[in-house]
Protein backbone atom coordinates (compact mmCIF):
# COMPACT_ATOMS: atom_id res chain seq x y z
CA UNK A 1 0.00 0.00 0.00
CA UNK A 2 1.42 3.49 -0.83
CA UNK A 3 2.30 5.56 2.18
CA UNK A 4 0.70 9.01 2.57
CA UNK A 5 2.35 12.08 2.10
CA UNK A 6 1.14 14.03 4.88
CA UNK A 7 -1.83 13.66 7.82
CA UNK A 8 -4.14 15.95 8.77
CA UNK A 9 -4.94 16.03 12.70
CA UNK A 10 -8.55 17.78 13.80
CA UNK A 11 -11.24 17.41 11.58
CA UNK A 12 -13.48 20.32 11.30
CA UNK A 13 -14.37 22.32 8.38
CA UNK A 14 -10.96 23.68 7.97
CA UNK A 15 -9.33 20.88 8.84
CA UNK A 16 -11.56 19.21 6.70
CA UNK A 17 -11.22 21.54 3.35
CA UNK A 18 -7.27 21.60 3.74
CA UNK A 19 -7.57 17.85 3.62
CA UNK A 20 -9.73 17.72 0.77
CA UNK A 21 -7.32 20.51 -0.74
CA UNK A 22 -4.33 18.56 -0.43
CA UNK A 23 -5.91 15.32 -1.78
CA UNK A 24 -7.53 17.19 -4.51
CA UNK A 25 -3.88 18.11 -5.19
CA UNK A 26 -2.66 14.90 -6.06
CA UNK A 27 -1.09 14.06 -2.50
CA UNK A 28 -2.05 11.16 -0.72
CA UNK A 29 -3.31 12.42 2.17
CA UNK A 30 -4.47 10.31 6.11
CA UNK A 31 -7.00 11.60 8.04
CA UNK A 32 -7.54 11.51 12.27
CA UNK A 33 -10.04 12.81 14.28
CA UNK A 34 -10.40 12.68 18.02
CA UNK A 35 -14.25 11.78 17.70
CA UNK A 36 -13.98 8.98 15.45
CA UNK A 37 -17.53 9.63 14.40
CA UNK A 38 -16.43 13.00 12.51
CA UNK A 39 -13.58 11.31 10.61
CA UNK A 40 -15.96 8.54 9.86
CA UNK A 41 -19.16 10.82 7.93
CA UNK A 42 -16.22 12.93 6.80
CA UNK A 43 -14.32 9.64 4.98
CA UNK A 44 -17.87 8.69 4.04
CA UNK A 45 -18.41 11.74 1.82
CA UNK A 46 -14.67 12.47 0.75
CA UNK A 47 -12.66 9.66 1.15
CA UNK A 48 -10.93 8.37 -1.69
CA UNK A 49 -7.57 6.34 -2.77
CA UNK A 50 -5.94 9.99 -1.70
CA UNK A 51 -7.66 10.39 1.34
CA UNK A 52 -7.87 8.17 3.95
CA UNK A 53 -9.05 7.90 7.46
CA UNK A 54 -7.62 6.71 10.62
CA UNK A 55 -9.36 5.61 14.07
CA UNK A 56 -5.92 6.01 16.13
CA UNK A 57 -2.64 7.82 15.92
CA UNK A 58 -0.82 5.08 15.70
CA UNK A 59 -1.59 3.52 12.54
CA UNK A 60 -2.22 6.72 11.27
CA UNK A 61 1.60 7.67 12.08
CA UNK A 62 2.20 4.09 10.40
CA UNK A 63 0.83 5.07 7.18
CA UNK A 64 3.06 8.04 6.40
CA UNK A 65 6.24 8.10 4.20
CA UNK A 66 9.72 9.08 6.70
CA UNK A 67 10.08 11.85 7.37
CA UNK A 68 6.50 11.75 8.65
CA UNK A 69 4.89 15.21 8.60
CA UNK A 70 1.55 15.51 10.73
CA UNK A 71 -0.46 19.04 10.03
CA UNK A 72 -2.64 20.11 12.92
CA UNK A 73 -5.69 22.12 12.27
CA UNK A 74 -7.12 22.23 16.04
CA UNK A 75 -8.17 25.26 18.67
CA UNK A 76 -4.75 26.99 19.61
CA UNK A 77 -3.83 26.44 22.93
CA UNK A 78 -3.56 23.51 24.84
CA UNK A 79 -5.32 21.22 22.78
CA UNK A 80 -2.27 21.36 20.46
CA UNK A 81 0.04 20.68 23.19
CA UNK A 82 -1.82 17.36 24.36
CA UNK A 83 -1.97 16.17 20.80
CA UNK A 84 1.65 16.79 20.21
CA UNK A 85 2.15 14.77 23.64
CA UNK A 86 0.09 11.84 22.68
CA UNK A 87 1.46 11.53 18.75
CA UNK A 88 5.23 11.88 19.39
CA UNK A 89 5.23 8.42 20.84
CA UNK A 90 4.60 7.22 17.55
CA UNK A 91 7.12 9.50 15.60
CA UNK A 92 10.62 9.32 14.84
CA UNK A 93 13.51 11.11 14.93
CA UNK A 94 13.64 14.16 11.40
CA UNK A 95 9.64 14.01 11.52
CA UNK A 96 7.74 16.87 11.34
CA UNK A 97 4.78 18.44 13.44
CA UNK A 98 2.97 21.79 11.10
CA UNK A 99 0.64 23.69 13.06
CA UNK A 100 -1.91 24.95 11.00
CA UNK A 101 -3.72 26.90 13.30
CA UNK A 102 -4.03 30.45 14.52
CA UNK A 103 -1.17 29.64 17.65
CA UNK A 104 0.42 32.21 19.46
CA UNK A 105 3.90 32.80 17.75
CA UNK A 106 5.25 32.05 21.44
CA UNK A 107 4.04 28.98 22.08
CA UNK A 108 4.87 27.70 18.61
CA UNK A 109 8.69 28.79 19.71
CA UNK A 110 8.41 26.86 22.72
CA UNK A 111 6.99 23.93 21.05
CA UNK A 112 9.78 23.88 18.34
CA UNK A 113 12.03 24.27 21.09
CA UNK A 114 11.26 21.87 22.67
CA UNK A 115 10.51 19.17 20.09
CA UNK A 116 14.26 19.55 18.76
CA UNK A 117 14.90 18.08 22.08
CA UNK A 118 13.45 14.97 20.82
CA UNK A 119 14.55 15.18 17.29
CA UNK A 120 11.36 16.09 16.17
CA UNK A 121 11.01 19.02 13.86
CA UNK A 122 7.97 21.49 15.01
CA UNK A 123 6.77 24.52 12.29
CA UNK A 124 3.77 27.23 12.41
CA UNK A 125 2.12 27.89 9.33
CA UNK A 126 -0.49 30.87 9.24
CA UNK A 127 -3.68 29.78 6.74
CA UNK A 128 -6.17 32.41 6.01
CA UNK A 129 -9.28 32.43 3.61
CA UNK A 130 -11.89 31.00 6.19
CA UNK A 131 -13.41 27.93 4.61
CA UNK A 132 -13.51 28.71 1.00
CA UNK A 133 -10.10 29.51 0.99
CA UNK A 134 -8.66 26.06 2.91
CA UNK A 135 -10.36 24.33 0.27
CA UNK A 136 -9.90 26.14 -2.68
CA UNK A 137 -6.48 27.98 -2.39
CA UNK A 138 -5.27 29.98 1.15
CA UNK A 139 -2.90 32.22 1.72
CA UNK A 140 -0.16 30.06 3.80
CA UNK A 141 2.48 32.08 6.30
CA UNK A 142 5.69 29.46 7.29
CA UNK A 143 7.62 30.17 9.48
CA UNK A 144 10.48 28.11 11.37
CA UNK A 145 13.20 26.13 10.45
CA UNK A 146 14.03 26.28 6.85
CA UNK A 147 15.10 22.75 5.83
CA UNK A 148 11.61 21.99 7.25
CA UNK A 149 9.96 24.24 4.95
CA UNK A 150 11.77 23.03 1.98
CA UNK A 151 10.01 19.19 3.08
CA UNK A 152 7.01 20.71 3.48
CA UNK A 153 7.32 23.65 0.46
CA UNK A 154 5.82 21.09 -2.84
CA UNK A 155 2.72 20.67 -0.55
CA UNK A 156 1.98 23.68 0.66
CA UNK A 157 2.90 25.43 -2.99
CA UNK A 158 0.33 22.85 -4.83
CA UNK A 159 -3.09 23.75 -2.36
CA UNK A 160 -1.91 28.07 -1.87
CA UNK A 161 -4.07 30.80 -3.63
CA UNK A 162 -2.35 32.48 -6.57
CA UNK A 163 -1.30 36.09 -6.18
CA UNK A 164 -2.36 38.09 -9.00
CA UNK A 165 0.75 37.11 -11.36
CA UNK A 166 -0.41 33.80 -10.70
CA UNK A 167 2.33 32.83 -7.87
CA UNK A 168 2.01 30.82 -4.93
CA UNK A 169 0.67 32.98 -2.09
CA UNK A 170 3.27 31.33 -0.10
CA UNK A 171 6.58 32.30 0.55
CA UNK A 172 9.24 31.01 3.58
CA UNK A 173 9.38 34.00 6.04
CA UNK A 174 11.93 33.69 8.88
CA UNK A 175 13.00 31.50 11.69
CA UNK A 176 10.44 30.25 14.40
CA UNK A 177 7.04 31.69 15.07
CA UNK A 178 7.67 33.82 12.06
CA UNK A 179 4.44 32.32 10.31
CA UNK A 180 2.20 32.51 13.52
CA UNK A 181 3.04 36.17 14.30
CA UNK A 182 2.75 37.31 10.62
CA UNK A 183 -0.62 35.55 10.90
CA UNK A 184 -1.81 37.43 14.27
CA UNK A 185 -0.57 40.29 12.48
CA UNK A 186 -2.62 39.83 9.06
CA UNK A 187 -5.74 39.19 11.51
CA UNK A 188 -4.89 42.63 13.28
CA UNK A 189 -5.34 43.70 9.91
CA UNK A 190 -8.18 42.37 9.32
CA UNK A 191 -10.25 43.30 12.73
CA UNK A 192 -9.07 47.14 11.79
CA UNK A 193 -10.42 47.04 8.12
CA UNK A 194 -13.20 45.42 8.98
CA UNK A 195 -14.41 47.74 12.18
CA UNK A 196 -13.98 51.12 10.00
CA UNK A 197 -15.92 49.13 7.22
CA UNK A 198 -18.44 48.63 10.20
CA UNK A 199 -18.02 52.66 10.72
CA UNK A 200 -18.78 53.59 7.14
CA UNK A 201 -21.49 51.70 7.33
CA UNK A 202 -22.83 52.99 10.59
CA UNK A 203 -22.54 56.75 8.94
CA UNK A 204 -24.64 55.96 5.74
CA UNK A 205 -27.22 53.78 8.34
CA UNK A 206 -27.77 56.36 11.16
CA UNK A 207 -26.18 59.77 9.30
CA UNK A 208 -27.92 59.23 6.07
CA UNK A 209 -30.58 56.93 7.08
CA UNK A 210 -30.12 54.84 3.90
CA UNK A 211 -31.35 50.76 3.72
CA UNK A 212 -29.07 47.66 3.59
CA UNK A 213 -30.08 47.34 0.19
CA UNK A 214 -28.97 50.66 -0.91
CA UNK A 215 -25.65 50.31 1.65
CA UNK A 216 -24.69 46.89 -0.75
CA UNK A 217 -24.71 49.45 -3.78
CA UNK A 218 -22.02 51.76 -2.46
CA UNK A 219 -19.99 48.52 -1.25
CA UNK A 220 -20.72 47.22 -4.93
CA UNK A 221 -19.07 50.61 -6.39
CA UNK A 222 -16.15 51.05 -3.91
CA UNK A 223 -15.18 47.23 -4.55
CA UNK A 224 -15.00 48.63 -8.42
CA UNK A 225 -12.40 51.46 -7.56
CA UNK A 226 -8.89 51.31 -5.33
CA UNK A 227 -11.28 49.46 -2.37
CA UNK A 228 -11.16 46.57 -4.12
CA UNK A 229 -10.87 43.82 -2.06
CA UNK A 230 -12.28 40.36 -0.68
CA UNK A 231 -14.62 42.70 2.16
CA UNK A 232 -15.80 45.22 0.33
CA UNK A 233 -16.70 42.34 -2.27
CA UNK A 234 -18.81 40.31 0.76
CA UNK A 235 -19.65 43.32 1.78
CA UNK A 236 -22.21 43.68 -1.28
CA UNK A 237 -23.91 40.60 -0.58
CA UNK A 238 -24.11 40.51 3.22
CA UNK A 239 -25.79 43.96 3.29
CA UNK A 240 -28.11 42.68 0.50
CA UNK A 241 -29.59 39.39 1.89
CA UNK A 242 -33.15 39.66 2.36
CA UNK A 243 -35.51 37.48 4.93
CA UNK A 244 -39.09 38.26 3.67
CA UNK A 245 -39.14 42.36 3.34
CA UNK A 246 -36.69 42.92 5.74
CA UNK A 247 -32.65 42.75 5.30
CA UNK A 248 -31.19 39.87 7.46
CA UNK A 249 -28.57 42.31 8.62
CA UNK A 250 -30.89 44.70 10.28
CA UNK A 251 -31.65 41.05 12.84
CA UNK A 252 -28.09 40.52 13.40
CA UNK A 253 -27.18 40.90 17.07
CA UNK A 254 -25.03 44.05 17.23
CA UNK A 255 -22.15 41.87 19.36
CA UNK A 256 -19.38 40.99 17.79
CA UNK A 257 -17.21 38.24 18.82
CA UNK A 258 -13.57 37.45 18.81
CA UNK A 259 -11.55 34.55 19.30
CA UNK A 260 -8.37 36.76 20.35
CA UNK A 261 -5.79 37.19 17.69
CA UNK A 262 -6.82 41.09 17.43
CA UNK A 263 -6.31 41.26 20.77
CA UNK A 264 -3.12 39.86 20.76
CA UNK A 265 -1.77 42.05 17.79
CA UNK A 266 -2.81 45.31 19.87
CA UNK A 267 -1.23 43.74 23.23
CA UNK A 268 1.92 42.83 21.15
CA UNK A 269 1.81 46.43 19.79
CA UNK A 270 1.70 47.92 23.31
CA UNK A 271 4.68 45.26 24.32
CA UNK A 272 7.23 46.41 21.35
CA UNK A 273 5.99 50.11 22.15
CA UNK A 274 4.80 50.65 17.97
CA UNK A 275 1.69 52.60 17.67
CA UNK A 276 -1.41 50.49 16.46
CA UNK A 277 -4.41 52.74 17.06
CA UNK A 278 -6.69 51.72 14.27
CA UNK A 279 -6.29 48.01 15.36
CA UNK A 280 -6.43 48.29 19.08
CA UNK A 281 -9.35 51.05 19.15
CA UNK A 282 -11.48 47.54 16.41
CA UNK A 283 -10.89 45.35 19.27
CA UNK A 284 -12.00 47.91 21.96
CA UNK A 285 -14.91 48.43 19.22
CA UNK A 286 -15.70 44.37 20.00
CA UNK A 287 -15.29 45.10 23.27
CA UNK A 288 -17.91 47.79 23.39
CA UNK A 289 -20.18 46.23 21.22
CA UNK A 290 -20.39 43.24 23.26
CA UNK A 291 -21.99 44.93 26.32
CA UNK A 292 -25.27 44.46 24.95
CA UNK A 293 -26.92 45.49 27.95
CA UNK A 294 -25.09 48.41 29.63
CA UNK A 295 -25.33 49.89 26.25
CA UNK A 296 -29.21 49.77 26.04
CA UNK A 297 -29.13 50.99 29.49
CA UNK A 298 -26.93 53.98 28.42
CA UNK A 299 -28.45 54.91 25.68
CA UNK A 300 -31.41 55.92 27.64
CA UNK A 301 -29.45 58.01 29.96
CA UNK A 302 -27.96 59.83 27.06
CA UNK A 303 -30.18 60.18 24.88
CA UNK A 304 -28.51 61.87 21.38
CA UNK A 305 -31.49 62.29 19.29
CA UNK A 306 -31.69 61.76 15.49
CA UNK A 307 -28.81 63.59 13.82
CA UNK A 308 -29.18 63.49 9.78
CA UNK A 309 -26.44 64.47 7.46
CA UNK A 310 -27.74 66.98 4.86
CA UNK A 311 -24.45 66.75 2.65
CA UNK A 312 -25.37 65.07 -1.41
CA UNK A 313 -25.01 61.78 -0.90
CA UNK A 314 -23.44 61.41 -4.29
CA UNK A 315 -20.79 63.40 -3.43
CA UNK A 316 -20.20 62.27 -0.29
CA UNK A 317 -19.80 59.00 -0.66
CA UNK A 318 -16.75 59.67 -2.86
CA UNK A 319 -15.48 61.89 -0.07
CA UNK A 320 -15.76 58.67 2.36
CA UNK A 321 -14.16 56.32 -0.25
CA UNK A 322 -11.52 58.42 0.02
CA UNK A 323 -11.73 58.65 3.66
CA UNK A 324 -12.06 54.42 4.27
CA UNK A 325 -9.15 54.34 1.58
CA UNK A 326 -6.64 56.10 3.95
CA UNK A 327 -8.13 54.85 6.64
CA UNK A 328 -6.88 51.14 5.27
CA UNK A 329 -3.58 51.99 4.26
CA UNK A 330 -2.98 53.57 7.83
CA UNK A 331 -4.05 50.08 8.61
CA UNK A 332 -1.75 48.55 6.91
CA UNK A 333 0.93 50.77 7.62
CA UNK A 334 0.49 50.25 11.25
CA UNK A 335 0.72 46.54 10.64
CA UNK A 336 3.80 46.30 8.52
CA UNK A 337 5.70 48.94 11.66
CA UNK A 338 4.79 46.29 13.92
CA UNK A 339 6.14 43.46 11.59
CA UNK A 340 9.38 45.58 10.93
CA UNK A 341 9.93 45.84 14.83
CA UNK A 342 8.99 42.19 15.90
CA UNK A 343 11.09 41.24 12.66
CA UNK A 344 14.30 43.02 13.90
CA UNK A 345 14.12 42.09 17.72
CA UNK A 346 13.26 38.50 16.92
CA UNK A 347 15.93 38.32 13.74
CA UNK A 348 13.69 37.02 11.25
CA UNK A 349 14.51 39.77 8.38
CA UNK A 350 10.76 39.24 7.22
CA UNK A 351 10.53 40.87 3.17
CA UNK A 352 7.53 43.13 3.14
CA UNK A 353 7.43 42.84 -1.05
CA UNK A 354 6.85 39.54 -0.46
CA UNK A 355 4.30 39.21 2.39
CA UNK A 356 2.35 41.89 0.31
CA UNK A 357 2.65 39.11 -2.59
CA UNK A 358 1.22 36.14 -0.44
CA UNK A 359 -1.36 38.45 0.35
CA UNK A 360 -2.87 39.24 -2.62
CA UNK A 361 -4.50 36.21 -3.06
CA UNK A 362 -6.73 33.56 -0.69
CA UNK A 363 -6.82 35.35 2.69
CA UNK A 364 -9.43 38.07 4.15
CA UNK A 365 -7.33 41.01 3.65
CA UNK A 366 -6.80 40.30 -0.09
CA UNK A 367 -7.34 43.83 -1.51
CA UNK A 368 -5.87 45.65 -5.09
CA UNK A 369 -3.95 47.80 -2.98
CA UNK A 370 -1.10 44.66 -1.99
CA UNK A 371 0.03 44.98 -5.68
CA UNK A 372 1.42 48.50 -5.15
CA UNK A 373 2.42 47.77 -1.71
CA UNK A 374 4.45 45.08 -2.95
CA UNK A 375 5.99 46.95 -5.61
CA UNK A 376 7.05 49.92 -3.31
CA UNK A 377 8.43 47.50 -0.78
CA UNK A 378 10.87 46.17 -3.19
CA UNK A 379 12.85 49.91 -2.20
CA UNK A 380 13.97 48.48 1.21
CA UNK A 381 11.87 51.00 2.92
CA UNK A 382 9.54 49.81 5.29
CA UNK A 383 7.21 52.12 6.69
CA UNK A 384 4.59 52.91 3.85
CA UNK A 385 3.82 56.05 5.41
CA UNK A 386 7.96 57.10 4.36
CA UNK A 387 7.09 56.51 0.79
CA UNK A 388 6.61 59.47 -1.94
CA UNK A 389 4.02 58.13 -3.72
CA UNK A 390 1.79 56.78 -0.68
CA UNK A 391 2.25 60.69 0.79
CA UNK A 392 1.39 61.77 -1.90
CA UNK A 393 -1.88 60.02 -1.81
CA UNK A 394 -2.46 61.00 1.63
CA UNK A 395 -1.54 64.48 1.13
CA UNK A 396 -4.14 64.98 -1.98
CA UNK A 397 -6.62 63.12 0.04
CA UNK A 398 -6.19 62.90 3.84
CA UNK A 399 -9.01 66.26 3.79
CA UNK A 400 -11.53 64.10 3.37
CA UNK A 401 -10.55 61.65 6.32
CA UNK A 402 -10.75 64.66 8.09
CA UNK A 403 -13.79 65.66 7.27
CA UNK A 404 -15.45 62.22 7.69
CA UNK A 405 -14.28 62.21 10.81
CA UNK A 406 -14.92 65.52 11.80
CA UNK A 407 -18.79 65.30 10.18
CA UNK A 408 -19.42 61.92 12.49
CA UNK A 409 -18.34 63.65 15.71
CA UNK A 410 -20.62 66.08 15.46
CA UNK A 411 -23.63 64.24 14.04
CA UNK A 412 -22.72 61.67 17.04
CA UNK A 413 -21.86 58.83 14.82
CA UNK A 414 -18.99 56.81 16.57
CA UNK A 415 -15.92 56.34 14.10
CA UNK A 416 -13.46 54.59 16.97
CA UNK A 417 -11.00 53.30 13.94
CA UNK A 418 -11.13 56.03 11.32
CA UNK A 419 -10.64 58.69 13.75
CA UNK A 420 -7.27 56.85 15.55
CA UNK A 421 -6.52 56.61 11.80
CA UNK A 422 -6.53 60.34 11.31
CA UNK A 423 -5.01 61.03 15.21
CA UNK A 424 -2.05 59.05 14.81
CA UNK A 425 -1.74 60.70 11.02
CA UNK A 426 -1.84 63.82 12.56
CA UNK A 427 0.15 63.01 15.73
CA UNK A 428 3.26 61.45 14.17
CA UNK A 429 3.11 64.02 11.18
CA UNK A 430 3.47 67.06 13.44
CA UNK A 431 7.71 68.05 13.74
CA UNK A 432 6.84 69.50 16.92
CA UNK A 433 4.18 67.44 19.95
CA UNK A 434 2.83 68.69 22.72
CA UNK A 435 5.21 65.71 24.78
CA UNK A 436 7.15 68.80 25.71
CA UNK A 437 4.14 69.63 28.27
CA UNK A 438 3.64 66.12 29.06
CA UNK A 439 7.77 66.44 30.23
CA UNK A 440 7.01 69.38 32.46
CA UNK A 441 3.93 67.92 34.02
CA UNK A 442 6.28 64.47 34.96
CA UNK A 443 9.10 66.86 36.22
CA UNK A 444 7.22 69.25 38.03
CA UNK A 445 5.39 66.10 40.33
CA UNK A 446 8.33 63.52 40.02
CA UNK A 447 11.58 65.85 38.87
CA UNK A 448 11.75 63.21 36.40
CA UNK A 449 13.82 65.52 34.16
CA UNK A 450 13.78 66.68 31.09
CA UNK A 451 15.96 66.98 27.73
CA UNK A 452 16.15 70.72 26.19
CA UNK A 453 16.14 71.99 22.74
CA UNK A 454 18.66 74.09 23.04
CA UNK A 455 21.30 72.53 25.12
CA UNK A 456 22.64 69.09 25.50
CA UNK A 457 22.12 67.28 29.24
CA UNK A 458 19.64 66.23 31.15
CA UNK A 459 17.77 69.38 33.39
CA UNK A 460 15.03 69.50 36.57
CA UNK A 461 13.86 72.79 36.93
CA UNK A 462 12.41 74.29 40.50
CA UNK A 463 9.10 75.23 38.09
C1 LIG B 1 -8.57 34.01 8.27
C2 LIG B 1 -9.39 34.45 9.44
C3 LIG B 1 -9.52 33.32 10.40
C4 LIG B 1 -10.66 33.49 11.38
C5 LIG B 1 -10.40 34.52 12.40
C6 LIG B 1 -11.65 35.13 12.96
O1 LIG B 1 -7.56 34.66 8.04
O2 LIG B 1 -8.95 33.06 7.62
O3 LIG B 1 -8.78 35.54 10.06
O4 LIG B 1 -8.29 33.12 11.01
O5 LIG B 1 -11.85 33.72 10.72
O6 LIG B 1 -9.71 33.86 13.42
O7 LIG B 1 -11.24 35.80 14.06
P1 LIG B 1 -12.20 36.40 15.13
O8 LIG B 1 -13.13 35.32 15.57
O9 LIG B 1 -11.27 36.83 16.20
O10 LIG B 1 -12.91 37.51 14.43
Known amino acids: MNKSKIAIIGLAVMGQNLARNIANNGHKISVYNRTTKVMNEFIDEYGSENLEGYEDLCTLAKSLEKPRIIGLMIKSGPAIDSVIESITQFLEDGDIIVDFGNSNYQDTIKREKKLKEKNLKFFGCGVSGGEEGALNGPSLMPGGDKETYECIEPILKSIAAKDFKGKDCVTYLGQDGSGHYLKMVHNGIEYGIMQMMAEVYGILKNGFGLKAGEISKIFANYNEGKLKSYLCEIA???????????????????????????????????????????????????????????????????????HKIEDDLEEFTKILENALYIGVIISYAQGFRLLEVASDEQNWDLNFSEISRIWQGGC?????????????????????????????????????????????AMNALPTLSLSSALNSFEYITQERSTANFIQGLRDYFGAHTFKRTDKEGTFHSEW
Open 236 to 306: VPILAKKEGEDYLIDKVLDSAAQKGTGRLTAIESLERGVGLSVITQSVYARVYSSFKNTRTELSKLYEKGT
Open 364 to 408: IIRAKVLESFETLFVSGEKNLLKMPEVAKYINENIDDLRYVVGLS
